[in-house]
């Protein structure tokens, strides 16, 4: 590992940035990963990591691709830690890499902040916004929306009922925990989640929400690309 920061000691906890980029897009309908497609210019992963780049208090940026994955070697401009140490699921993918961050030195008592590589539209002041609110947290938290539209429960196509909205919220990324806690969490879920809040919930902690707006959103349906690609051209004028 290059750099003095992963040579500090654990007196202070430091923040890393854990970055699971090894999903195939499935849902996309693209030819590749989607995480490899060039939204506004340039691959959508360049726009993620570079707003983490411009995050000064994360120590270190660790990537998780799939194994064989050569993105990284054909563009190798990042100075992130990229590792081929994908999973089956993104569950595995980020344990795996919580790994790997252990051998390059991070401690259980260092934050991690995971951040799909797919939501390609996170700004440092987001990140911040998150570092800020969680950093005096016994538990960590993520970013989240509050949902704005009525939410229906579907059976067989038709509306079964109609559910209080107040409450909900669209969970997003970056989530940010304690290293070892996020670990033991994931180890106790079995993989069965979809989120590293839903791991730490299992445990019995409640994750703080932090607001985010709706900008934070998951590139997931081939529809996302245009909106995404809207979105980064408005901001670059
Ligand atoms: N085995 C997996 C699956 C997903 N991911 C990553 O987790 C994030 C979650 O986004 P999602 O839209 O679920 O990505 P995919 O799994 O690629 O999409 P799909 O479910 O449509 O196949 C993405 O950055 C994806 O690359 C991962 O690292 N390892
Ligand atoms: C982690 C996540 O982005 C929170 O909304 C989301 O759950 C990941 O997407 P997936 O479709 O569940 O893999």
């Known amino acids: 590992m290059k750099g003095t920061d992963m040579n500090a ?8 940035a854990l970055i699971p980029c090894a999903g195939n897009g499935s849902r996309a309908g693209t030819s590749g990963p989607k995480q490899y497609e060039r939204v506004a210019g340039q691959p959508m ?4 990591l570079s707003a983490f780049a411009g995050v000064k208090r994360i120590a270190r940026t660790l990537v998780v691709v799939a194994p064989g994955d050569g993105f990284f070697e054909r563009n190798p401009t990042t100075s992130a830690l990229v590792v081929p140490c994908g999973g089956a699921t993104r569950a595995q ?56 539209d009525t939410l229906k429960i579907g059976e067989e196509g038709r509306v ?39 791991a730490i919930e299992q445990m019995g902690l409640k994750p703080l929400l932090v607001e985010a707006g709706a900008q934070n959103f998951k590139v997931t349906y081939p529809e996302d690309f245009a909106m995404a690609e809207a979105v980064l051209r408005g901001r670059a004028r």
């Open 9 to 16: 000691t654990a007196s202070s906890s430091r923040y890393f």
């Open 45 to 48: 992963i360049w726009h993620t």
């Open 93 to 148: 993918s980020v344990e795996n890499g919580l790994r790997e961050l252990r051998r390059a030195g991070a401690v259980d008592n260092d934050w991690v902040l995971v951040h799909d590589a797919v939501r390609c539209l996170i700004t440092p002041d987001l990140v911040n916004r998150l570092i800020d609110r969680c950093s005096g947290d016994a538990v960590g938290g993520l970013l989240a929306h509050p949902l704005p």
């Open 160 to 198: 079964a009922s109609t559910v209080t909205r107040t409450d909900k919220w669209q969970a997003q990324t970056p989530q940010m925990f304690r290293l070892g806690m996020l670990r033991q969490a994931l180890e106790a879920s079995g993989g069965e989640i979809t989120d590293e809040s839903s």
